[in-house]
T-cell receptor, first 113, second 115 residues
Framework: AQSVTQLDSQVPVFEEAPVELRCNYS??????LFWYVQYPNQGLQLLLK??????LVKGINGFEAEFNKSQTSFHLRKPSVHISDTAEYFC???????????FGTGTRLKVLA | ETGVTQTPRHLVMGMTNKKSLKCEQH?????MYWYKQSAKKPLELMFV???????ENNSVPSRFSPECPNSSHLFLHLHTLQPEDSALYLC??????????????FGSGTRLTVV
């Protein structure tokens, strides 16, 4: 069965510094990959997704992620973070053509002034 | 109105009450979901409806009862809840299959407190 690992439960980073949030998944079978962001007392909002094609995916708010099939990873990056990026970030994976997503446990990004 | 709308945003209920959570999507999606999000715990998938048919029920206690009367609406009926049921309940929808996968669209959630 699919599983998703977000190794870092919390990541503190100073404003304007780069950040990487790590995500690894268990299966090398064809998958779709997603990153979501959740602000306090809100639902999850889609940041970006990988379905096929280029392994470097660009999303909203200046985030990007790279699909690495050999390492079964889909790490999220931003070259320069803002205070407003403080939120919880979830990685998710689904087997192609299925309705069910497996979510990671989330990484809380705290941007410090 | 677009997206996924959940009502109410906040709900406080006693353990003997009966209440319902409502979710509505205007995206033409063919699947809808209920998730439970508790503090310091992973997102828990509760129910999945595909084309108005329940396709998944992840060992959820019977005090939670879902209903999907049509492809745009999803309800979660609550009765005789326990304090540990206090959580953020999230509704989501998606379009899966050959049409591709645009990802889940989530509502803003209902913050439920059981007293």
């Amino acid at each position: 069965a699919q599983s998703v690992t977000q190794l870092d439960s919390q990541v503190p980073v100073f404003e304007e510094a780069p950040v990487e949030l790590r995500c690894n998944y268990s299966s090398s079978v064809s998958v779709y990959l997603f990153w979501y962001v959740q602000y306090p007392n809100q639902g999850l909002q889609l940041l970006l997704k990988y379905l096929s094609g280029s392994t470097l995916v660009k999303g909203i708010n200046g985030f990007e992620a790279e699909f690495n099939k050999s390492q079964t990873s889909f790490h999220l990056r931003k070259p320069s973070v803002h205070i407003s990026d403080t939120a919880e970030y979830f990685c998710a994976v689904s087997d192609r053509g299925t309705y069910k997503y497996i979510f990671g446990t989330g990484t809380r990004l705290k941007v410090l002034a | 109105e677009t997206g996924v709308t959940q009502t109410p945003r906040h709900l406080v209920m006693g353990m003997t009450n009966k209440k319902s959570l409502k979710c509505e999507q205007h995206l033409g999606h063919n699947a809808m979901y209920w998730y439970k999000q508790s503090a310091k715990k992973p997102l828990e998938l509760m129910f999945v409806y595909s084309l108005e048919e329940r396709v998944e029920n992840n060992s959820v206690p019977s005090r939670f009862s879902p209903e999907c009367p049509n492809s745009s609406h999803l309800f979660l009926h609550l009765h005789t809840l326990q304090p540990e049921d206090s959580a953020l309940y999230l509704c989501a929808s998606s379009q899966f299959g050959r049409q591709g996968d645009g990802g889940y669209t989530f509502g803003s959630g209902t913050r439920l407190t059981v007293v």
